[in-house]
């Protein structure tokens, strides 16, 4: 078994590799991830690494060791339920910008290890609040979390609770449309990190969906109602439920299929204020468009 001193100089090196490949130089994230002990996130060892998407590895022994490197590791193999990609995680967390003194909201907090990174980034001063639909994922997080005074962890749908304003809605899971109780819950400046997907199945018909991260922004200044818009990379991610709206899926897959994500500048609510020309994407109440 490695020893506690040898975790401390492992963590430090997976700290520094994970923000390199998630193309942040953030100090405050590669400190967090230096210092919390993601074992402490997981079930107990030995765990199950995944190495393809409908492949896992377990580990010979239950050394933490072993979860210091860039894989997902299994929270529900039976459902390819996992503790998610370590660098592709961090990049999200990097996009929302999270500040020492703010509140983010995690929609999906599974058993809480990116809950913790962002307790580290918003500080004492900040708060955290974490959102998992899943009964007992939301227990055992609860418990996980419980040394962080400034996290709550509530067991709810994550697309219909009642939300405190936030700086920051990381949304953890893939929805085909945004539900307006993010949208309402932003600050002015707030910014929103969202998987907006479509259904897919992997390995033998377990749920699954694939599209693109957005980073949605509430304006700052006097139109405080409006909301820019940018897509930052691909994904494959399991389903937020709650949030998988037809209507909204079937105009998305039409947006992915004839490309074109990376023009996108503006989020609309609503489905009828913009031309055809700058719409990449109209679906029932709102929209995505060039300008």
Request: aromatic letters at 6%; a negative charge; charged letters at 25%.
């Amino acid at each position: 078994m490695t020893s506690a001193d040898e975790l401390r100089v492992v963590r430090r090196v997976y700290a520094r590799q994970i923000t390199h490949a998630a193309g942040t130089n953030d100090a405050r994230i590669e400190n967090a991830l230096a210092t919390l002990r993601r074992e402490d996130f997981l079930p107990p060892g030995p765990w199950q690494l995944q190495h393809l998407p409908d492949h896992y590895r377990e580990t010979p022994d239950a050394d933490p060791i072993y979860l210091y490197q860039d894989v997902p590791v299994a929270i529900r193999p039976d459902r390819r339920l996992n503790n998610g990609q370590p660098s592709f995680l961090t990049m999200l967390l990097s996009l929302g910008r999270l500040q020492d003194g703010e509140h983010a909201v995690h929609i999906g907090t599974g058993l809480g290890y990116y809950t913790a990174v962002l307790s580290c980034l918003a500080g004492p001063a900040g708060r955290v609040t974490g959102i998992e639909f899943d009964v007992d994922l939301a227990l055992r997080a609860a418990t996980n979390l419980a040394s962080f005074a400034n996290i709550r962890v509530i067991q709810a749908d994550g697309a219909t609770v009642r939300l405190d304003l936030a700086d920051v809605i990381y949304v953890n899971a893939g929805a085909s449309r945004p539900a307006d109780t993010w949208l309402d819950a932003l600050k002015p400046g707030g910014r929103l990190v969202l998987p907006l997907t479509v259904s897919m199945t992997i390995g033998e018909g377990h749920a699954m969906t694939r599209g693109a991260i957005f980073l949605i922004e509430r304006d700052s200044g006097r139109d405080t109602d409006g909301f820019a818009a940018r897509a930052v990379s691909n994904t494959m991610i399991y389903p937020c439920v709650g949030m998988r709206d037809e209507a909204s899926e079937q105009a998305l897959y039409a947006a992915l299929d004839k490309g074109g994500a990376s023009k996108v500048k503006r989020l609309r609510r609503d489905d009828d204020g913009a031309s055809d020309d700058i719409c990449w994407l109209r679906a029932p109440g709102w929209s995505l468009t060039y300008e």
